[in-house]
């Protein structure tokens, strides 16, 4: 047996896990902003009057100024279609016959990323009114899912 | 906390935050699988630990043995000459008596880690594992120890195949 030789009983490789689990935490804007969305479902900013500028989603501290915010506004129930993605792929990789179609949102200064649903891809144009379809508030934990997706208005 | 700081700044948070619900979160957990290519000379090692051998490896130019064994020597960069067995039997080089876990629990009998020269190798070579079967006040370099093997048949082909190292003799 060479001494360069791969033992015939050796193992090839060890194998191993690193399990990491992680809890993230919205902070005491996003707490509130998420906590707005679960108990009461609806979606909220903060303005700051110095720079006349609405943050969606609420931040606690401007970032242009960097002053700290307390002006909590609730955003218009009908957002602006910026802009869409149409998506043939899931999560794992395989492929949709019926496309996911993902949507910035604006609403005040900001907006959201979320799910466009109950609309024909073709149909979507930029600058359409929509409106956040919240799911039944039992069912609401404190997440952007508790939005179940945005539809067009009307 | 020190002299100079006496809290930290921002919103500390406790575990009953969480699980009362006063707080939200999102939970999430990954798992890195990975495979680490153990090569030709761990390779051995790891295979001849499961038949209860500690293995080494020698250079006939520098007359060393190197445990755990390598293919190229590290003093003239030449290939080793042959892979050796050595004896499960050692001596203590270095210890340490260990009241926190890897996963930072708190334990009232220490682990001992410790550095045990192998008998068969070179002095001064040696692979570190664990003591056991011993009063951790009693350790001290240049103790002698033997190794307890796990069962044959439980035996995967890792350095846990050796359960720890214990006293040869009373201490």
Known sequence: ?154 | MTVKIKSFPGTSLSEEDFEQGKILYNYDELNGKFAWDNGIAIGRYLASLKEGVILGARCTTCRKIVVPPRIVCEWCFRPMHEYVPLQDTGTVNTFSLCYVTWDMRRVKDPEIPAVIEIDGASPLHGIMHLLGEVDPQKVHIGMRVNAVWRAAEDRSGAITDILYFKPLEEV
């Open chain 1, 1 to 154: 047996m060479s001494l360069l030789e791969r033992g015939p009983n050796a193992p090839q490789a060890w194998f191993g896990e690193l399990p990491v689990s992680n809890r993230y935490t919205y902070g005491l804007a996003g707490e509130r902003f998420f906590r707005t969305i679960k108990e009461e479902g609806r979606i909220t900013g903060t303005y700051c009057q110095k720079c006349d500028h609405t943050y969606v989603p609420a931040v606690q501290f401007c970032e242009k100024c960097l002053g700290e915010l307390s002006d909590w506004v609730d955003v218009d129930a009908v957002g602006e279609l910026h802009t869409f993605t149409l998506l043939y792929e899931a999560y794992g990789g395989a492929r949709l016959d019926k496309p996911e179609i993902v949507a910035f949102v604006v609403f005040g200064d900001g907006g959201l990323i979320h799910r466009l649903r109950e609309v024909d891809p073709d149909d979507i144009y930029f600058g359409m009114p929509v409106e956040a379809v919240f799911k039944p508030k039992e069912q609401r934990v404190g997440s952007i899912l508790d939005i179940a997706y945005f539809r067009l208005v009307g």
